[in-house]
């Protein structure tokens, strides 16, 4: 049998009408064509109920039948030929035959075609077995074969998929179908013939793979991400249990657990939103002109305990001369953050951590070396994919959801640059390089005063503010007013939409930090009906939740909130609106 790859099962009888001889196009291995196959017998089936059907007679909208002696047997022969062509055509099927006593094989032009054109004269079911499947698929295809050439067996059929390699060199996926046919030659039952089928279905397998793989990717993440949750859970839990002991034991050392791993949570849920808003084209880029050192100073203050902690040591070299970028300090500085915090996390024991920035013609590189684990060179390829992470034991007991290093690249591909990984024998540990274009030096002095304006700081200290504070959760609204009130702030709490509306009117507080997701009656509502009234207009209504997304602010502003602040807010973010009076945020 000639077809080692994969063909289509059988052509299914056409309307119940086509021999089983007709079950495949092209040459049969006397000659002949496809159409002297079709039996009268098969196309008419005399003395039958159902004869063929004329699509020109109908009653009532349904066909009816036609005239069994109106059509020759020939012109019916040759309908049904050409129907099974037309089907074979749509399908884009090739066919084949078999002649198993003399190991004859005949195909189509579309089963040469995808089976790679010339195969050779010496083309038959045993060259085929041997020269282009894999031994697993020639195995699979043989099995199929005898199982329907054995004259006992119940199964005159079979479907398979196999991977058949072209002789071009290239590896496809076809499906095959056959069927048997059999003869009583000396009262003896022999197959006498196979005929089947050919599909490419190259493209449907990589459909196939990729949505498998995806759907591994999305097990892996959900079981990271589960296990990365759970992680700071475990500490958060043990200070509550010391800070219940009366006296409170550990009070200092509890404090700050709470306060790292909130922010840790905190980090893992907003590269889940950057995540989120990258793969829509939503993630908001604000670009303007910035100095390549602010982005750098800007990424040391927010790594600088993590690499404490690690025992790095840090050193950074800047170019003599200020470089300018046109892009966003806040992303670029998420970038840099990203890539040190990667350094310190797999770098074990004391050791360094280098940040070297240099211009290269019209880039500047930001190339950031450790000391640390290094990467393997089968992960080098890979490491700014999503999800990714090395399954080496010393990477995975770091930890992490595997999205960092993609939202680097990410984020630099929308600034205009690159990224690259480096790591071997040569040198320990890891060295990952950005490149960003610049602007010229000419072009941003102009901006340098601007630059410097943005750095302006409010005064430390906020005047007293009535405040009311509105959340279903009555921890998170006890705990935020307590900070409030010890910041000399008058404060009241309720914990539902109604009666903070009525709070709102009688109080006249001046700012509301109101929760969005309480049952019956929302933020929504509270925000509409304060605004609706004369008295609630020059109030400020603050949002405090957990949805972060563009359209979620949109939605605030429209609705009538000044301000969207989303969870966790710190003590120090709602001091700073507080001080802000009224600026947005």
Known sequence: MPLGGAVVGGLRCLEGRASALARFSGAFSDGTSLASHVSAKGGSRAGEEDGPLDPRAHTNGRPRHADRGAEAPGRLRGRYAERLQFALDAARMGTWAWDPRRDVVELDQ????????????????????????????????????????EPGSHENQFEVELNWRRPDGRSIWIQMTGQSHFDEEGGRRRVYLLTGT???????????????????QKDRFLATLAHELRNPLAPLGYAAELLREDPPRELEWSRDVIERQVAHLTRLIDDLLDLSRINRDRLDVRRERIEIADVVQAAIDAT??????????????????????HGDLVRLTQVLTNLLKNAAKFSAGPGRVEVDVALEGPFVSIAVRDTGIGIPPEALPHVFEMFYQSDSSAARTHGGLGIGLYLVRRLVELHGGTVEARSGPERPGSELIVRLPVVPSTAAARDAGAAAGATQRFASTAPSARVLVVDDNKDSADALAKLLRGSGHDV????????????????????????????????YEVCRRIRESSWGKPMRLVAVTGWGREEDRERTRTIGFDDHLVKPVTHAAIESLLRRGGERL
């Open 110 to 149: 579309r089963a040469l075609d995808i089976l790679g054109g010339e195969l050779g004269a010496d083309f038959s079911f045993a060259t085929s077995v041997r020269k282009y499947l894999p031994p697993e698929n020639a195995e699979q295809y043989q099995a199929c074969v005898r199982r329907i050439m």
């Open 198 to 216: 050919i599909l490419d279905i190259t493209e449907r397998k990589r459909s196939e793979e990729a949505l498998a793989e995806a759907s591994r």
């Open 304 to 325: 600088r305990p993590v690499l404490a902690e690690a025992s790095q040591r840090l050193d950074v070299s800047l170019p003599p001369e200020p470089v300018y970028l």
């Open 492 to 523: 009241d709490v309720r914990y539902d939409g109604a009666s903070a509306v009525a709070a709102a009117e009688s109080g006249r507080p001046d700012v509301i930090l109101l929760d969005l997701g309480m049952p019956s009656f929302d933020g």
